[in-house]
């Protein structure tokens, strides 16, 4: 008999039984008993049934019948109208006659069920064929089981089909469902249903499919912006059987794991830093996948880095990078004292190029790098080494008894300036703080130069300005100071004065011609010069031009103060003499006076 069989509540099963004994024995009439749960009649055991009465237990009344020949060794017995209580081991005990009595310790346990059994493989992946089995015990001759499955119209190029299997001297029913999982059939229940033909009874089992796959990821952020300072939250949500081991990783960085079906990276006041590519990775032992964005933090421009603060010489090739960072790319712009020099749109570097510099590209510059987020700038020098320059307002200036000279210079590195006067053989500068003063602004030496005392005509005076780059001599010019006079005074008063000055000239002519006086005085003057110089004073029987004494030690001579100077001076009382015209140097006697303009 088999070692087990089953059967479904209320239906009936046969259990498949044979028996022997000695050949010897040869009895007569065979007779057997069933027994429930013993095979010894000494604990008295429920009786199932027995061949040579009808007294059987209670519980078995009605519902068993020997279906085999004993005297043909066959002890097969049927059960009908099962219930859950009959659940148990039966054993088969023979009674050949006498005390020819044997309880075989072969038995069969008998199970009553209440559904199907649905046989899943040990694996379901997704994309490879499965096949799922409903067996369903078929052990009663008198009741034929039908088999159905339910809930099995959305799965993927599936097919049914059956067939009857013995195993063990017991029968089954087999139903088969083939398909091609995929991972929407995770979690589905599938049915399988059993009807009895002429009955009421029905009997159904579902089973969940646990279908595996490689993780999918199902949710994630795009690529982004943010600005600086902002908080993000990148989100990886996973669909995968079994559970993912997911990842956050920038570029190559690991930043964050864990087994689960979603993982969050929170980022807190992200910084330029931060920006990149960032990876979500699921993986399980079924697959891998990930997924990819671009995090791009935006922010105002850096302060711009310059180079250097150039020094260069006059004349030299200079390049000014100045370079910055921001996102986006900024406009770069250098300016130089509010004059814009150059610009570059989108870029993160400008480079300022000078073919030749001079000394007017010397000062201070500004590169100011924008975006919409913000400015930033920073200031840089560029500074030009240059021999001197002359500049125009260098001069001489002379009144009655000074000249004064101004030589300004403008160089880098400063320059020393010397006073040279050519026709002496002298020089001075700002070390000879009796004569010389100077004054610095910027670039600039101003120094100027003051002699007191009459200088004779040929009396000329260089500047020179001297640095490391080089030497500018320049002779000055002389400026009287009455032509400054006239013009302030302007053209129209130059012409009042002018008239005024001829209306006096003949008058006092008149009044000087009808006095009869005899004294007169010459005055010689040289063709330019608005002052007359003259080292000594001449008689006017002695007009010729005096010749200026030179003699050692005397090179200086014009810087001494005036009572050093060995000068002679006279007086002369000009209403009471009569002049020859300076400018005609005739012999015609002419009155002679002298207006002020205040």
């Not at 130069?449 to 009459?454: A, D, S």
């Not at 013009?487 to 008058?507: N, R, S």
């Amino acid at each position: 008999m088999p070692e087990t069989i089953a059967a479904f509540e209320g239906t009936c099963v046969v259990i498949p039984c044979r028996f022997n004994y000695p050949e010897e024995l040869r009895p007569s009439v065979v007779h057997g008993i069933w027994y429930f749960n013993s095979p010894y009649p000494k604990n008295y055991p429920p009786v199932v049934y027995k061949s040579r009465t009808n007294i059987v237990h209670e519980s078995y009344l009605g519902r068993t019948r020997l279906l085999g020949d004993l005297n043909a060794r066959n002890c097969t017995l049927q059960i009908t109208r099962l219930s859950p209580e009959l659940t148990g081991k039966y054993y088969f005990r023979g009674d050949l006659g006498g005390y020819n009595q044997y309880t075989y310790s072969e038995h069969c346990n008998l199970e009553i069920i209440d559904k199907p059994t649905i046989v899943t493989p040990p694996e379901v992946v997704e994309g490879s064929e499965v096949e799922l089995r409903c067996v369903v015990p078929d052990n009663c001759p008198e009741m034929k089981p039908i088999v159905t499955w339910t809930n099995h119209e959305g799965l993927s190029q599936y097919s049914v089909y059956g067939q009857v299997e013995e195993e063990g001297s017991t029968w089954s029913l087999i139903s088969m469902l083939k398909f091609l999982p995929s991972r929407e059939n995770n979690h589905q229940e599938l049915g399988c249903k059993v009807n009895y033909i002429n009955t009421t009874f029905e009997f159904d089992a579902v089973s969940i499919l646990d279908v595996k796959y490689m993780p999918r990821i199902v949710q994630t952020n795009s690529s982004t912006e943010v600005i600086q300072g902002s908080p993000v939250v990148l989100v990886c949500a996973v669909d995968s059987n079994p559970l993912a081991l997911i990842s956050w990783l920038r570029e190559d960085d690991l930043l964050y794991e864990e087994v689960a079906g979603s993982l969050t990276l929170r980022l807190e006041n992200v910084t330029y830093l931060q920006d990149g590519i960032y990876t979500c990775v699921a993986e399980n032992i079924y697959g891998k996948e990930n997924h990819t964005l671009a995090l791009t933090v935006m922010y105002a421009p850096w302060k711009p880095i310059v180079n250097v603060s150039v020094i260069a010489v006059e004349g030299d090739p200079v390049t000014i990078l100045c370079s910055t960072q921001s996102n986006p790319e900024p406009i770069i712009t250098i300016f130089k004292e509010k004059k814009l020099m150059k610009t570059v749109v989108y870029s993160s570097q400008l480079a300022l190029e000078f073919s030749s510099v001079t000394h007017e590209d010397d000062g201070e510059y500004w590169c100011i790098a924008e975006n919409q987020f913000g400015q930033s700038g920073s200031a840089f020098n560029l500074t030009i080494e240059f021999a001197p320059l002359i500049l125009p307002e260098s001069k001489c200036t002379a009144a009655r008894d000074t000249v004064q000279c101004i030589c300004a210079a403008k160089s880098n590195p400063e320059a020393m300036i010397v006073f040279k006067l050519p026709t002496r053989n002298v020089t001075v500068n700002e070390t000879d703080r009796e004569f010389v003063y100077s004054q610095r602004t910027g670039y600039t030496i101003t120094s100027i130069l003051t002699l007191r005392g009459e200088v004779d005509s040929q009396l000329y005076i260089v500047c020179s300005a001297r640095n490391l780059y080089g030497t500018k001599d320049q002779q000055l010019q002389f400026h009287h100071s009455n032509s400054l006079m006239w013009a302030k005074v302007g053209p129209v008063g130059a012409v009042v004065a002018f008239a005024i000055l001829i209306a006096v000239v003949c008058y006092v002519s008149q009044t000087r011609k009808k006095k009869n006086m005899n004294e007169s005085s010459s005055f010689m003057q040289t063709e330019n010069p608005p002052v007359i110089y003259s080292g000594d004073y001449k008689t006017p029987g002695n007009l010729e031009k005096s010749e200026y004494a030179r003699h050692p030690g005397s090179d200086k001579r014009l810087l001494n103060k005036r009572e050093d100077l060995g000068i002679d001076y006279a007086n002369i009382d000009f209403t009471k003499l009569s002049t020859k015209d300076s400018y005609t140097l005739t012999e015609e006697l002419a009155e002679y006076a002298e207006i002020r303009v205040k």
